[in-house]
């Protein structure tokens, strides 16, 4: 309990001085119920990451299986409440990016 109370003043200390710097807002997600570990990542981070492979899989979309057309909408979701500085699962959103990037064959 103690060390999740300790994480927690940890991540609303970061959350104070990102707002007092003006800087680019967090979000975070929970991977965990259980553990409720946090991550956070800004949607500049999130581009920064994972340009290259939205772009990759943007070109190849007529590709992509009916299947996994639901997996991409679902990531362009993610991406698009990332712009408007909404909270979104940063965690749900790299694994339905690696099975799209498996599925078409890209690094």
């Known amino acids: 309990m103690e060390r999740k109370r300790q994480k927690e003043i940890l991540y609303q200390s970061r ?39 939205l772009k990759q899989i943007r070109a190849k ?22 712009k408007r500085r909404e909270e979104f699962d940063y965690g749900l959103f790299k694994l339905l990016l690696s099975n799209l990037k498996i599925s078409l064959r890209i690094e």
């Open 61 to 82: 979309e007529k590709l992509i299986s009916a299947g996994l057309k639901k997996d991409w909408d679902t990531i362009q979701d993610i991406v698009r409440a990332a």
């Open 15 to 53: 959350q104070r001085k990102a707002t007092k710097a003006h800087t680019v807002s967090y979000y975070s997600y929970h991977s965990s119920p259980k553990t409720r570990s946090h991550l956070c990542i800004s949607y500049e981070e999130l581009i920064e990451r994972h340009l290259n492979e």
